[in-house]
């Protein structure tokens, strides 16, 4: 019997000019990024923070606090590496994440082959483990208005070696 357990992120990050726009570990051109203490990389963050809730590891404003130095304007990929070496520490290994971004503009959908090989990459599994999609709003909130893009991640972790 293995350990298995399930953990769901969120997150959402404003729209500005001036900033590189991040999502799913690659540049995506436009002209506005996400606004953040890191890379805003609002993929990989809800990425993270349902992979350390799955553990019961808190999230990743606790692993990663977005006062320190160390994480100013980080490449979010290094706080995935980091956060799946926290987990493998800890004896679990991914199953498979599913996530939505949900974006006005850019168009994602053109991006998503990228982002799943990118994320297989720093994860260290194989694309098919990783379900990305992406939808709008049709026009309604924050994000319908183009201020901001969120992502939803939901992750299966288990134990390889659990008796």
């Not at 992120?9 to 991040?22: I, N, S």
């Amino acid at each position: 019997m293995k350990n298995i357990r399930v953990g769901f992120g969120y997150d959402v990050h404003a729209l500005l000019p001036g900033r590189a726009l991040w999502i799913g570990g690659i540049r995506i051109e436009y002209p506005l990024g996400l606004q953040g203490h890191s890379d805003a990389d609002v993929l990989i963050h809800a990425i993270c923070d349902a992979l350390l809730g799955a553990a019961d590891m808190r999230d990743i404003g606790y692993h990663f606090p977005d006062t320190g130095e160390a994480y100013k304007d980080i490449d979010s990929k290094i706080l995935l590496q980091n956060t799946m070496q926290l987990l493998r520490n800890a004896g679990y290994e991914l199953g498979n994440i599913d996530a939505t971004l949900v974006a006005e503009q850019p168009k994602l959908s053109p991006h998503i082959p990228a982002i799943k090989n990118t994320l297989a990459g720093v994860i260290q599994t194989d694309p098919g483990n990783i379900s990305i999609k992406a939808t709008t709003t049709e026009r309604l909130g924050f994000t319908g208005r183009q201020e901001g893009i969120a992502a939803y991640a939901t992750v299966l972790i288990y134990m390889p070696h659990f008796s």
